[in-house]
């Protein structure tokens, strides 16, 4: 195999890596908080439902924490094994928080397994709620390390590069890079947001399939009003995001706008196609693009002419940009339209067709993470640790990365289908209305 092999290969089982792991990443960073909420919700109210939903959401919860574990090392073992030559470059500098991400899984981990073991022993129902915030912290810290790390590989610094070695290395420097607060803020907030769309999706799917408890529609109504916060959330930092965009890495937001000469005044693309250089069939915002990159809408913004063309991303960003926002903005509308119809007790909200929707809000939820975690690492091509070191050089030249590709695929398989079935019959064994009326007799002490 040929070093041009072996970077195609790498990047694809790479890429396979990411898009899966993202998945249980997201669902890691995002249900503990909504664990957290739901059994606050329940000791506030004095409502069993919201603790029940904790409960059964906490059991859940661990599947996909073991998984994630597995697919999370596989990364790890990767950035060694297929990239070495940028290990060796900028490992010395990103070692902090790789570690820092380490210490806050197990910090989660830990009083995660407390929480769990601790059901019902607890007189003061508030005293078990406390086991929750540090379980919710580190899972949020978890993301916030490793989004450090890629944040770092868009805007390098802490560091003097002398004849192609890393000097006089400054960790904390690096780690808050120029790209770290808009990049941590936006991957922590749309992993909230996209948790309670998954959630709001399950909720809605039962309540589809028959099962009319007033469990499930609360279940529905918090979790979407969670994820309308966070989706507005969501938009504020992408905007911010933009504006990082415009100012450090000006070739990505050009190539994912399809903005090819620096003008004023500059439109945003939206859909559309390219044809010879030219592009059809697009929606065009008079003055947005401006507004995005610097809150002006008659700003001057970058364009692609001002590049060379071996360092211009591939174009095809750009359907991942509209893909991304296009959900988002469709995710806040539905999830807004519900709340609000809900508490104008507008009926159609209990529709079939309008159910439906909300099943389809958790799916796209995460295709739009992952359009955006692609738009985001195939937007820094050609680099992988920009303007210093190219993905072409940082590649392994072994030859049987095309062999490790196939057995990770079929290791993903196994956990991604092996998780799904666990899953399902771990919750069909026990549904709801049976664990509520267990619950009830355990309380009333009927154990006949």
Known sequence: MGNEEAVFFSRVLTELTLSFHIIYATIGVGIPLMIMIAQWVGIRKNDEHYILLARRWARGFVITVA??????????????????????????????????????????????????????RFENQKKHLLLLIPVA????????FITIVNAFMNAPQGFDLVNGELININPILAMFNPAMPTKVAHVVVTAYMTSAFVLASIAAFRLLKGSNHVYHKKALFLTLKLGLIFSIAAAIIGDFSGKYLAEYQP?????????????????????????DGEVKY?????YALSVLAHGDPFAEVIGLDQFSEDEIPPLYIHYLFDLMVSIGMGLTFLSGLYVF????????????????????????AMLAIEAGWWMAEVGRQPWILRGIMR?????????QVDIMLVLFAGLYLILGVGSVVVLRRMFRKNPVEQEIE??????EGDFS
């Open 282 to 286: 697009a929606i065009e915002v008079p």
């Open 391 to 399: 993905t072409e050089d940082a590649a392994t030249t072994s030859g």
């Open 67 to 120: 998984v994630g574990v597995v697919t999370g090392t596989a990364i790890g073992l990767q950035l060694s094994l297929l990239w070495p030559n940028f290990m060796e470059l900028a490992g010395n500098v990103i070692a902090l928080p790789l570690f820092m991400e380490t210490f806050a899984f197990f910090f989660e981990a830990i009083f995660l397994g407390i929480y769990l073991y601790t059901w019902d």
């Open 341 to 364: 119809a809900t508490w104008r007790k507008w009926s159609f909200v209990q529709t079939k067709w309008f159910r439906w929707l909300l099943v389809a809000g958790g799916p796209l």
């Open 137 to 144: 912290i580190g899972a949020s810290f978890s993301a916030v």
């Open 438 to 443: 267990d619950r009830r007799k355990e309380q």
């Open 251 to 275: 070739e990505k937001l050009a190539a994912a706008e399809w903005h090819f000469e620096t003008e004023e005044n500059a439109s945003l693309i939206m859909y559309g196609i390219l044809e």
